[in-house]
T-cell receptor, first 112, second 114 residues
Framework: DAGVTQSPTHLIKTRGQQVTLRCSPKSGHDTVSWYQQALGQGPQFIFQYYEEEERQRGNFPDRFSGHQFPNYSSELNVNALLLGDSALYLC???????????FGQGTRLTVV | AQSVTQLGSHVSVSEGALVLLRCNYSSSVPPYLFWYVQYPNQGLQLLLKYTSAATLVKGINGFEAEFKKSETSFHLTKPSAHMSDAAEYFCAVSDPGSARQLTFGSGTQLTVLP
């Protein structure tokens, strides 16, 4: 079982650019959540996807958007990058909303 | 709104000593509670969870936590620290009625001294 896999592992972008991060959930899981973890802080919930729809959203601007595909994999898109978007982005999957979440290794995004 | 407070951003213990990491929560309904561990440059690994069953929860690697509703606490303990326990630990809460997101504390960095 490959667990939750995220790509890429590291990424450097320039302010104003757009970025797409990808996540493949653990086998048998159909729910994907995204979290942002700034340096020295706990993860903060961005949104959750289930049945290809955004089901819940945290306190993040519309620059953050996502998508879930029929195979349950997911993408996180961030537009008009700011320096403050630099963080570790974590993907978590579960077998349905509300059950135990398994986390991937994360994507380290650096905005310069 | 739910919140989690982890007392002590840094905790140091000697190898073989008791580990105690503190977590207090605020929730309008009986919550689900979790402890996760994060090693450098890695994601989060679930140590244990409380989902309204037994109040004393045993997890992996010898860790356990006790849910105390009267104190709104869910402290993490381990009787004897190992060097390999050095990591960052996060307490998290979710609302079981709408357990679609985790709210995390700010984390406690555990250092184990030889």
């Amino acid at each position: 079982d490959a667990g939750v896999t995220q790509s890429p592992t590291h990424l450097i972008k320039t302010r104003g650019q757009q970025v797409t991060l990808r996540c493949s959930p653990k086998s048998g899981h159909d729910t994907v959540s995204w979290y942002q973890q700034a340096l020295g802080q706990g993860p903060q919930f961005i949104f959750q996807y289930y049945e290809e729809e955004e089901r819940q959203r945290g306190n993040f601007p519309d620059r953050f958007s996502g998508h879930q595909f029929p195979n349950y994999s997911s993408e996180l898109n961030v537009n008009a990058l700011l320096l403050g978007d630099s963080a570790l982005y974590l993907c978590a999957s579960s077998s349905k909303p509300g059950l135990e979440a398994f986390f991937g290794q994360g994507t380290r995004l650096t905005v310069v | 709104a739910q919140s989690v407070t982890q007392l002590g951003s840094h905790v140091s213990v000697s190898e073989g000593a008791l580990v105690l990491l503190r977590c207090n929560y605020s929730s309008s309904v009986p919550p689900y509670l979790f402890w996760y561990v994060q090693y450098p440059n890695q994601g989060l690994q679930l140590l244990l969870k409380y989902t309204s069953a037994a109040t004393l929860v045993k997890g992996i690697n010898g860790f356990e936590a006790e849910f105390k509703k009267s104190e709104t606490s869910f402290h993490l303990t381990k009787p004897s620290a190992h060097m390999s326990d050095a990591a960052e630990y996060f307490c998290a809460v979710s609302d079981p009625g709408s357990a679609r997101q985790l709210t995390f504390g700010s984390g406690t960095q555990l250092t184990v001294l030889p």
